[in-house]
């Protein structure tokens, strides 16, 4: 099967939907798929208004049929940007089987951002994914909300984390005061980062990575520690080397950063919210209360196996799997046929009731 992903979240954005689809594409070849993909990267592209990190494609209807012309098996909608519309519209002009991916919650970002009305951003998004074969979640909270808005024949794909990278072995000695509570993440206001710098907590606070808040947050906190972008052994050096990771946001789908953590034996400290709640469940790795200086501080109680060994439940072997499946799913349902599934039950594909 070839397969090609349509993104417009793509290098050099340092985020956990790039990261999803890079380690999509490298275990899905071991299933004997290849995947190409059509990214800004491709086009060109203008820095995005007041987020200069994300470019947005300057993309048109030709080119995208251009892009079309390698007669693919499958095509998968990754994001809601101009790639993803004008591909959209291109599949449903051709009748091509098409699936989506639903990463972000753009309406939340939107109302923080600019006031839009959640109801009207809802509204968007629903017609974009309601009209492909399938659209695939991270979670069941995310599902459940999502079909209470009425979004349609709903998947589940789950995600992974590097265990050979995210390690308690990556530990070394950190120069702050103990203990250390770690950020890691995009700097800006949908992720809610000032609940974690305006905690009354003891030692340091240290954040990890760029946005366009970091200014304001560094003069406003002077006494947190802004560390920038970090990857690879670095950053996986300083998971392992604090002591409880601080988790903020109320409006991720899921939170890769979560798997890091805990992969790297970090327990979490976080709100009990759609992506926390799914990560975290009954494990015990972390503590989700709305007193999130009341988690942070129980959080130093957990120990750090129980972190690593819950996130050792999470593959992405397993999600590669899954992704596949889900694709074969969507096209079998679509053409009225039963699918054949080889490695997951029907169960993990039937729509969450409200």
Request: proline share 6%; net charge positive.
């Given at each position: 099967?070839?397969?090609?992903?349509?993104?417009?979240?793509?290098?050099?954005?340092?985020?956990?939907?790039?990261?999803?689809?890079?380690?999509?594409?490298?275990?899905?070849?071991?299933?004997?798929?290849?995947?190409?993909?059509?990214?800004?990267?491709?086009?060109?592209?203008?820095?995005?208004?007041?987020?200069?990190?994300?470019?947005?494609?300057?993309?048109?209807?030709?080119?995208?049929?251009?892009?079309?012309?390698?007669?693919?098996?499958?095509?998968?909608?990754?994001?809601?940007?101009?790639?993803?519309?004008?591909m959209r519209n291109e599949c449903l002009r051709t009748g091509r089987?098409?699936?989506?991916?639903?990463?972000?919650?753009?309406?939340?970002?939107?109302?923080?951002?600019?006031?839009?009305?959640?109801?009207?951003?809802?509204?968007?998004?629903?017609?974009?994914?309601?009209?492909?074969?399938?659209?695939?979640?991270?979670?069941?909270?995310?599902?459940?909300?999502?079909?209470?808005?009425?979004?349609?024949?709903?998947?589940?794909?789950?995600?992974?984390?590097?265990?050979?990278?995210?390690?308690?072995?990556?530990?070394?000695?950190?120069?702050?005061?103990?203990?250390?509570?770690?950020?890691?993440?995009?700097?800006?206001?949908?992720?809610?980062?000032?609940?974690?710098?305006?905690?009354?907590?003891?030692?340091?606070?240290?954040?990890?990575?760029?946005?366009?808040?970091?200014?304001?947050?560094?003069?406003?906190?002077?006494?947190?520690?802004?560390?920038?972008?970090?990857?690879?052994?670095?950053?996986?050096?300083?998971?392992?080397?604090?002591?409880?990771?601080?988790?903020?946001?109320?409006?991720d789908t899921f939170g890769m950063v979560l798997l890091e953590a805990?992969?790297?034996?970090?327990?979490?400290?976080?709100?009990?919210?759609?992506?926390?709640?799914?990560?975290?469940?009954?494990?015990?790795?972390?503590?989700?209360?709305?007193?999130?200086?009341?988690?942070?501080?129980?959080?130093?109680?957990?120990?750090?196996?129980?972190?690593?060994?819950?996130?050792l439940t999470f593959s992405w072997k397993y999600c590669a799997q899954?992704?596949?499946?889900?694709?074969?799913?969507?096209?079998?349902?679509?053409?009225?046929?039963?699918?054949?599934?080889?490695?997951?039950?029907?169960?993990?594909?039937?729509?969450?009731?409200?």
């Open positions: 099967m070839r397969i090609l992903i349509a993104t417009d979240a793509w290098r050099p954005q340092i985020n956990g939907v790039v990261r999803s689809l890079e380690s999509l594409a490298k275990h899905i070849q071991q299933l004997g798929v290849n995947v190409d993909f059509l990214t800004p990267l491709d086009f060109f592209s203008i820095p995005m208004p007041g987020y200069r990190e994300i470019h947005l494609a300057c993309v048109t209807p030709k080119a995208i049929r251009r892009s079309l012309e390698k007669n693919y098996d499958h095509i998968h909608i990754a994001t809601e940007g101009p790639i993803g519309l004008i089987c098409f699936t989506t991916s639903f990463h972000t919650l753009f309406p939340e970002y939107l109302n923080a951002r600019y006031g839009v009305p959640l109801k009207i951003s809802y509204a968007l998004l629903r017609k974009f994914h309601n009209a492909s074969a399938g659209t695939m979640v991270s979670t069941a909270s995310l599902a459940q909300d999502l079909n209470t808005r009425g979004f349609q024949n709903l998947l589940r794909w789950s995600r992974g984390v590097d265990h050979d990278l995210f390690t308690p072995k990556a530990k070394k000695s950190l120069d702050f005061p103990r203990p250390i509570f770690l950020y890691v993440g995009r700097l800006a206001i949908e992720k809610n980062i000032e609940a974690f710098l305006t905690l009354d907590l003891p030692g340091s606070k240290l954040v990890v990575g760029e946005g366009p808040s970091r200014e304001q947050l560094e003069h406003k906190f002077p006494d947190a520690y802004f560390l920038g972008v970090k990857t690879g052994e670095e950053l996986a050096s300083i998971y392992a080397s604090a002591d409880v990771f601080v988790f903020p946001s109320r409006t805990l992969s790297s034996g970090l327990p979490i400290a976080a709100y009990p919210v759609t992506g926390p709640v799914d990560v975290i469940g009954s494990s015990g790795a972390g503590i989700l209360s709305e007193n999130l200086a009341h988690a942070a501080s129980r959080a130093l109680e957990i120990p750090r196996e129980r972190s690593r060994n819950h996130a899954q992704f596949l499946d889900n694709i074969k799913y969507a096209r079998a349902t679509s053409k009225g046929r039963e699918p054949e599934l080889k490695n997951l039950s029907l169960r993990e594909f039937e729509n969450i009731p409200a």
